[in-house]
């Protein structure tokens, strides 16, 4: 069984930064494609950013894209999300997550494996 573990969370003001980390444990995540998902109030989980289990493959959500970047460390078992010039419509739970495949995924469903979320909030 694999845990994940969301930090980094915050309050920031627009135009500000943040980089969000998600740690795994029980198992080593260096064959899995890891993505990143948000949910605002009232809305369904949407796709962030997802990168293949090399690194190698990104692939972004067009209204982060340009914006966030998605880093992950085999050999910590990690997975980033650096998040710059933040909008107040950024603001959501952020969930990482890990599939049993390796590409880098849009979809929700080809993830397996769920973190608790993180808060991000942005003030305008």
């Known amino acids: 069984q694999v845990q994940l573990v969301e930090s980094g969370g915050g309050l920031v003001q627009a135009g500000g930064s943040l980089t969000l980390s998600c740690a795994a444990s029980?198992?080593?995540?260096?064959?899995?494609?890891l993505g990143w998902f948000r949910q605002a109030p009232g809305k369904e989980r949407d796709f962030v950013a997802a990168v293949s289990y090399s690194g190698v493959s990104t692939y972004y959500a067009s209204s982060v894209k340009g914006r966030f970047t998605i880093s992950r460390d085999n050999t910590k078992n990690t997975v980033s999300l650096q998040m710059n010039s933040l909008k107040p419509e950024d603001t959501a739970v952020y969930y990482c997550?890990?599939?049993?495949?390796?590409?880098?995924?849009?979809?929700?469903?080809?993830?397996?494996?769920w973190g608790q979320g993180t808060q991000v909030t942005v003030s305008s």
């Open positions: 997550a890990a599939a049993n495949a390796r590409g880098a995924y849009s979809a929700i469903t080809m993830y397996d494996y």
């Open positions: 029980g198992r080593t995540l260096s064959m899995s494609g």
